[in-house]
């Protein structure tokens, strides 16, 4: 069985490496697509995973291949597609170290994933499902994702979602926010930030925001990430701010995923079925998940900047 199976984007992240000797950017290629990051953590800290996504056969893609195998990564569900390039992102740095995309992504491989490429043994043979929105923003694979999703259902699979909202991948915010919102209806634990809780409701408020989205989709935490500041939670009736960590943040790409990979893995660490887990439960996987996230912005890349787990209980005993 695996802890952790992930379906969705695969693609190749181009971050800013500094000038040439011209004077222009330089692009270093890291693997990316959220999905695969939060399955990089959770490998990173031992847990077993495996991911369900398709790619080209090209150069890009056998990177991406062979990053999750050494990542220990199962890629039983990792389909290679000879029609359709892999799906490439560049992304632009502020000088804060927030970020924005541009993606190459028409079509790109991991939208052509079909339904008959999942594995539905291998979704089923998992303690959590997790999957995103940006497998839904085109036909095949928003049927591939929610042939999967629904999979997971049928064997009381617990699913994690992160709507991951990316407007320059949707044809219209109205099309996104509708099938983010078709996304909701299957989730357990949802991850999203305040500018999505916002886009998902329309109510600014995170006790008000936080409470609708719990109470509307029979959700079991709602997990509201802030950047620097934390994560604000909800837990049934108990709400709570989880503090960030003071970072000198260089790259915030992935930062989320990252979190959402060591919250799950804080699940998973305690062998327990999600109905045994309490409020101070939720507390002490947000402290570690942010813990994670701050050192993972202290570098450039999603994957390659996911700290080791020596290096976040230190953070983290520092603060106590």
């Not at 398709?54 to 569900?77: A, N």
């Not at 923003?137 to 042939?147: F, M, N, R, S, W």
């Not at 699979?157 to 919102?181: C, F, M, Q």
Request: proline share 3%.
């Amino acid at each position: 069985m695996f802890d952790v199976v992930a379906l969705g984007e695969l693609l190749i992240d181009f971050t800013p490496a500094g000038k040439s000797a011209n004077g222009n950017t330089l692009f270093e290629t890291n693997p990316g697509g959220a999905p695969a990051n939060v399955l990089a953590t959770l490998a990173k800290f031992n847990a077993r995973t495996a991911f369900i996504g398709k790619v080209g056969t090209d150069q890009f893609g056998s990177f991406l291949g062979d990053t999750l195998q050494k990542g220990k990564i199962d890629t039983q569900g990792l389909v290679y597609s000879k029609d359709v390039n892999t799906t490439l992102a560049f992304v632009h740095l502020k000088e804060d170290g927030d970020r924005s995309f541009q993606f190459y992504r028409s079509p790109g491989a991991d939208i052509m994933l079909d339904e008959q490429e999942v594995d539905i043994a291998l979704v089923q043979n998992a303690k959590v499902f997790h999957f995103g929105s940006l497998s839904m923003t085109h036909e095949p694979a928003k049927t591939a994702t929610l042939k999967a999703v629904k999979a997971a259902q049928e064997k009381d699979v617990l699913v994690s979602y992160d709507p991951n909202l990316r407007p320059a991948l949707w044809g219209s915010l109205s099309h996104a926010k509708e099938t983010i919102i078709e996304g909701l209806q299957y989730a357990d634990i949802l991850k999203i930030s305040e500018e999505e809780l916002e886009f998902i409701t329309d109510i600014r408020n995170l006790e008000e925001g936080s409470q609708f989205l719990f109470e509307k989709f029979g959700l079991k935490v709602v997990l509201i990430t802030l950047g620097s500041k934390g994560c604000f939670y909800r837990f049934g009736k108990d709400t709570g701010h989880i503090n960030g960590f003071q970072v000198n943040a260089i790259d915030t790409t992935g930062a989320g995923d990252l979190f959402l990979g060591a919250f799950l893995y804080q699940f998973i660490k305690k062998e327990v079925s999600w109905d045994l887990v309490q409020a101070h439960d939720v507390e002490k996987m947000i402290l570690f998940a942010n813990a994670t996230a701050a050192l993972g912005t202290t570098k450039k890349g999603a994957i390659p900047a996911i700290p080791h787990l020596n290096d976040v209980n230190e953070l983290i005993d520092g603060r106590t």
